[in-house]
């Protein structure tokens, strides 16, 4: 991402001093946000970084939070999950049809878009790898390991990452 960063501003510094650009930047950068989204998008499910609106759910019972958090993981990876379906229809199209970036680059389409579906795959897969083994924690009579698995980090446990990450400092 910070490369791509770079990369635009060199190229709007281009355009504006010299009148010249590099051809692309736009397109690599677009990559880059599409590639770097799909494949962190597991990594924040397993740090437990997505975002969601507590403002009442820290004052339900423990059964609710945790029914709660495993509705809004299974719409979340199911959400993903249609959207690599329909990926995958458009990667195939452009597999088939030879399509390519109508930039300077003339990159072969099917080639982002396969790494983009890889990463929503393996999104998909540690998902319910996720709900699962949360599934297996409350059958197992362990709710609060299952909360802790699902559930978003509170504030008290954000604080105090926080302070551990600023003592091993």
Same mark, same amino acid.
């Given at each position: 991402?910070?490369?791509?960063?770079?990369?635009?501003?060199?190229?709007?510094?281009? &355009?504006?001093?010299?009148?010249?650009?590099?051809?692309?930047?736009?397109?690599?950068?677009?990559?880059?946000?599409?590639?770097?989204?799909?494949?962190?998008?597991?990594?924040?499910?397993?740090?437990?970084?997505?975002?969601?609106?507590?403002?009442?759910?820290?004052?339900?019972?423990?059964?609710?939070?945790?029914?709660?958090?495993?509705?809004?993981?299974?719409?979340?990876?199911?959400?993903?999950?249609?959207?690599?379906?329909?990926?995958?229809?458009?990667?195939? #199209?452009?597999?088939?049809?030879?399509? &390519?970036? #109508?930039?300077?680059?003339?990159?072969?389409?099917?080639?982002? #878009?396969?790494?983009?579906?890889?990463?929503?795959?393996?999104?998909?897969?540690?998902?319910?790898?996720?709900?699962?083994?949360?599934?297996?924690?409350?059958?197992?009579?362990?709710?609060?390991?299952?909360?802790?698995?699902?559930?978003?980090?509170?504030?008290?446990?954000?604080?105090? #990452?926080?302070? &551990?990450?600023?003592?091993? &400092?």
């Amino acid at each position: 991402m910070l490369a791509a960063a770079l990369l635009i501003g060199v190229d709007v510094t281009l &355009r504006k001093v010299l009148d010249a650009s590099i051809g692309g930047a736009d397109e690599l950068a677009g990559y880059a946000l599409a590639l770097g989204t799909a494949w962190s998008l597991g990594a924040a499910l397993l740090d437990r970084a997505h975002i969601r609106i507590d403002s009442l759910y820290i004052h339900f019972p423990r059964w609710l939070r945790l029914a709660l958090d495993f509705f809004g993981i299974a719409l979340f990876v199911a959400f993903f999950g249609l959207i690599a379906r329909h990926g995958w229809s458009v990667a195939q #199209q452009s597999w088939v049809s030879g399509t &390519r970036s #109508q930039s300077a680059l003339q990159t072969p389409t099917v080639i982002p #878009q396969a790494i983009w579906l890889v990463g929503l795959a393996v999104f998909f897969l540690v998902g319910m790898a996720l709900l699962a083994h949360a599934a297996v924690l409350v059958a197992r009579s362990k709710p609060a390991q299952a909360e802790k698995a699902i559930s978003t980090r509170s504030a008290a446990e954000e604080v105090e #990452q926080e302070i &551990r990450e600023i003592r091993e &400092r």
